[in-house]
């Protein structure tokens, strides 16, 4: 697995070695001694997640103050603009982020430690997102940074693309008034 750093302590890309042929590919989406290996980092998953959306739909950018989530993203079909923000107050990369394509056709994968927020905007069509979690969704900590807050700034690729929200992403709240992991 070959590892690469984004600039912001602790999100990591990860590219998985992908054996392919005429017939197809094959590839081990998670091993648990490579991830250790690879990050140094010793996580157990609860929970995995599995979500399809069209495209435009914009998901985020979610984060659970108590009980927060390390997630290990990726698309197994379409394309999306995956974003994370760093919410940590004592993170030299407080309230910056990054934002990587994630595709069935890249397979890469994102590393979002506990303490970022997270979203993806859909690009293709329709896209499948995987994600593996380190805690249980709690509902009653989850948090909502708005998606288009002008302190963080997030560029989100959409080239005219109106984003599609959900009602609760729509109340999302601004930086500034967001609670912030210490």
């Not at 157990?44 to 979500?51: C, L, P, R, Y």
């Not at 993806?120 to 708005?146: G, I, N, Q």
Request: glycine fraction near 8%; include cysteine.
């Amino acid at each position: 697995m070959n590892v690469i750093e984004t600039g912001l302590p602790g999100l990591l890309i990860l590219e998985p070695k992908v054996f392919g042929d005429a017939r197809g590919f094959f590839m081990e989406s998670f091993n648990a001694k490579t991830f250790k290996a690879s990050t140094a980092l010793d996580v157990d998953f609860v929970q995995d997640n599995h979500s399809r959306s069209s495209r435009g739909v914009l998901r985020g950018l979610h984060y659970q103050i108590q009980q927060p989530q390390g997630k290990l993203v990726r698309v197994t079909q379409g394309r999306v603009y995956d974003v994370a923000v760093d919410m940590r107050k004592s993170s030299a990369g407080f309230g910056r982020w990054v934002g990587v394509e994630l595709s069935g056709e890249n397979n890469r994968q994102l590393w979002i430690p506990p303490g970022f927020a997270h979203g993806f905007v859909v690009l293709s069509e329709s896209a499948d997102f995987l994600y593996k979690t380190t805690e249980y969704y709690a509902p009653e900590h989850e948090r909502c940074l708005a998606w288009n807050d002008p302190t963080v700034n997030v560029d989100w690729n959409l080239d005219g693309l109106v984003p599609s929200l959900s009602a609760k992403d729509e109340k999302g709240k601004l930086f500034a008034e967001c609670e912030a992991f210490d």
